[in-house]
């Protein structure tokens, strides 16, 4: 072992127990106040040159370290609860379509459309891209982009209520046009 790793381990063993008090009652749980203390750890070890040697200072230095990497871990936790939320929500758009609800009438409806055109219906609406955006991705001019959009969104809204006059057993049947613009 070399003076640095003594160094260490006799400040772990030194400061250990007040650092984890102070991380207890920060954090939600002892495993929570363990893994930031850990952190600390790593933290001292990478920067063991920067630690104050007189004792009561190097504790301070420990506690400030411990204050911002709980201000991390908390951030960071923060973050991973937002990012749950994106997925959960995400998963539930995801879900399989309840057979009473007209997802197959759309997904439908867009397999009828031109790829290109069924492209930019995706980029502007799944993707949540602006028309300009949508346009840039496909290499085409805005203007040809919204038209394209117009007459494919025309489409869709034709079709979608040809099945609704089906469904409402009306004998007319709304053909939707089926010229493709590429």
């Not at 040697?53 to 504790?59: I, S, V």
């Not at 937002?82 to 379509?97: C, E, G, N």
Request: with cysteine.
């Amino acid at each position: 072992m070399n003076s640095d790793e003594r160094r260490l381990e006799q400040l772990a063993e030194t400061h250990a127990p007040r650092i984890l008090a102070y991380l207890a009652r920060r954090t939600d749980s002892s495993a929570d106040a363990a893994d930031v203390f850990q952190t600390v750890l790593e933290t001292t070890w990478r920067r063991l040159r920067d630690v104050p040697t007189d004792d009561q200072a190097a504790l301070a230095w420990m506690l400030g370290t411990a204050r911002r990497c709980h201000a991390n871990n908390r951030r960071g936790y923060a973050r991973r609860l937002q990012a749950t939320d994106r997925l959960r929500f995400s998963i539930r758009v995801l879900d399989p379509p309840d057979p009473s609800n007209s997802f197959d009438d759309v997904s439908q409806a867009l397999k009828d459309l031109s790829e290109a055109d069924r492209e930019l219906i995706t980029l502007v609406y799944w993707e949540d891209l602006t028309v300009e955006q949508a346009a840039k991705v496909l290499g085409i001019s805005p203007v040809a982009a919204r038209k394209r959009l117009e007459r494919a969104r025309t489409r869709v809204r034709l079709h979608l209520e040809a099945v609704r006059a089906d469904t409402a057993g009306q004998s007319r049947r709304v053909r939707p046009r089926t010229t493709h613009m590429t």
